[in-house]
């Protein structure tokens, strides 16, 4: 399984109306024009992998502060971050990877999976 972060400051700075719809798409056609920009890959970073099957541990275990301050930092064990792990702020210190949240992607066996406001939606 895959985990892709939607690069936030990306996607709000190609259109705000178009950040919406990837963080809460509501018509099929808002899920259609998602995962064509997945398909882009401009927007989206893969930041973890893992061989568990259940995407809510995943989702879990991407949680900063649930199983561990930071995943990326400290990974559980069910979770291989990427290279780099962290990011540099503007003091110049390394902070973890953000929560995975509304707008990222799991890809789980072919199937493309929409984190939504209430579970995965396959896109």
Not at 25 to 52: C, H, N
Request: glycine share 6%; proline share 5%; aromatic share 8%.
């Amino acid at each position: 399984m895959q985990l892709y972060h939607l690069d936030w400051e990306k996607s709000s700075a190609r259109s705000r109306d178009d950040h919406f719809k990837i963080i809460s798409p509501l018509a099929s056609d808002d899920r259609t024009f998602v995962r064509k920009m997945f398909d882009e890959g401009d927007l989206y970073e893969l930041v973890a992998t893992s061989d568990v099957d259940d995407i809510e541990e995943v989702y879990k275990a991407t949680q900063n502060g649930v199983v561990s301050d930071s995943w990326s930092l400290d990974p559980p064990s069910i979770i291989s971050p990427t290279e780099p792990n962290f990011h540099a702020g503007p003091d110049g210190k390394k902070y973890g990877r953000r929560s995975t949240s509304m707008g990222d992607i799991i890809v789980k066996d072919g199937k493309v999976l929409l984190c939504a406001t209430m579970g995965f939606q396959e896109i």
